[in-house]
C-alpha cells in the first residue's frame, strides 16, 4: 500500500498574514490501498467516512487532473494534528489525497503542480505550500493566476513549541472579525517587518525575531478570541520565548532558541493547563513524502 506522510504547517507566523507558513515536526499518515468496493474509509469520525472526505475529494481531483479512472479505494488515517486548531488539518488532506493519487499511478507531478492544485482547493497556499515543500515557504499568486512560491531555511537553533488549547477558533469566526482595510501606515509597517522577520528566522536572531513579528493585521483582533492568549504570551516571553497565533488559531506558538527554556515554557503551560496539548517541536525542512508499505504504523 501506500503510504503519505505530512507535516503539520503553521501559517502566518506574525507578520506573513495569509502568505507565510511553516512546517513543523509533528506529522499526520494516510495509507491508500486496494479495496473490493469503491470506498472504505477509517481513522476519521464516521461523518467523514464517505465520499464528501476531503482526503477521498483530493485523491479524485488528482485522477481528474492526471485524466484516470478512480480506483476503488481503502483509505486509513492516522491524523496527529488537531482539527481547527490552526495547524494545517485540511492541508494535510489536501496535500495526503492528491499526492496518493500521485503517488498510485507513479505520474511524478512536480511540485510545483501539486502546490497549484492543492492551491485551487484550499483556497490560499500559506499551508499547503510548506506541507509540501517543507521549511519557511512565502506564496503569493501571480497576475496569470500562477502561485510563485520562495523558500526559506530556519535557523537550526530554533525550536518551536506547539501550544494547543483544548478548544477551537473558527476561520471563518477568525477571518470575520478582521478589518475590510489598512492603512498605507500599516501596509509599510507589515512589509519592513515580515522582510526582517523572513532573515532573522533563517539568521537564528531570536532578538529581531522578537521585534519584528509585532502583527497589526490580524493578531490583535484574532487575540480577542483565545482567551489565554495574554496569559500564554506573558509566560512565553518569561522565558524569553516569542509568541504568534498558528494560522488563525488556537494554537499558539512559541518560538526559542534555547531547549532549556522551551522544557521550561511547556512545564508551565502544562501545569496551568493539564488537559492542553503542548509539544516542543522543530521544523520540518522535507514536506510531505510518499512510500510503498505493508504496515500501517
Ligand atoms: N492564513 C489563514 C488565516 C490560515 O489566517 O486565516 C488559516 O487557514
Known amino acids: 500500500m501506500i503510504r503519505i ?155 518551536f513549541i506547539t501550544i494547543i488549547p483544548n478548544y477551537a477558533v473558527s476561520t471563518n469566526q477568525a477571518r470575520s472579525i478582521l478589518p475590510s482595510e489598512m492603512s498605507y501606515q500599516t501596509a509599510t509597517y507589515q512589509v519592513g517587518h515580515a522582510l526582517a522577520l523572513a532573515k532573522a528566522l533563517e539568521d537564528g536572531n531570536l532578538a529581531l525575531i522578537h521585534k519584528s513579528i509585532v502583527d497589526k493585521m490580524h493578531e490583535p483582533y484574532r487575540s480577542t478570541l483565545i482567551p489565554d492568549y495574554q496569559t500564554t504570551k506573558e509566560i512565553c516571553e518569561s522565558f524569553d520565548g516569542t509568541m504568534y497565533i498558528s494560522g488563525s488559531g488556537s494554537t499558539m506558538m512559541c518560538i526559542v532558541d534555547q531547549t532549556e527554556n522551551g522544557l521550561q515554557i511547556v512545564d508551565q503551560i502544562k501545569a496551568l493547563h493539564p488537559d492542553w496539548n503542548v509539544q516542543h517541536l522543530n521544523v520540518d525542512t522535507q514536506g510531505a513524502t510518499s512510500e510503498m508499505t505493508k504496515v500501517i504504523v
Not at 461523518?47 to 479524485?60: G, M, P, R, S, T
Open 5 to 159: 506522510k505530512v507535516p503539520a504547517t503553521s501559517a502566518n507566523i506574525g507578520v506573513g498574514f495569509d502568505c507565510l507558513g511553516l512546517a513543523i515536526s509533528l506529522y499526520s499518515s494516510v495509507y491508500f490501498e486496494e479495496n473490493s468496493q469503491k470506498l472504505t474509509i477509517s481513522g476519521c469520525p464516521e461523518k467523514f467516512q464517505n465520499e464528501n472526505n476531503l482526503i477521498y475529494q483530493a485523491f479524485v481531483r488528482g485522477c481528474q487532473y492526471l485524466n484516470q479512472p478512480v480506483p476503488n479505494l481503502k483509505i486509513t488515517i492516522k491524523n496527529n494534528i488537531p482539527i481547527s486548531r490552526g495547524l494545517g488539518s485540511s492541508a494535510f488532506c489536501i496535500v495526503g489525497g492528491l499526492k496518493g493519487a500521485d503517488a498510485w499511478f507513479q505520474s511524478g507531478l512536480s511540485k510545483e503542480e501539486l502546490l497549484s492544485l492543492a492551491t485551487k482547493m484550499e483556497g490560499h497556499p500559506d499551508n499547503v505550500a510548506p506541507a509540501i515543500y517543507g521549511k519557511m515557504v512565502s506564496s503569493f499568486v501571480d497576475s496569470d493566476d500562477n502561485i510563485e512560491s520562495v523558500h526559506f531555511d530556519i535557523n537550526d537553533e530554533l525550536q
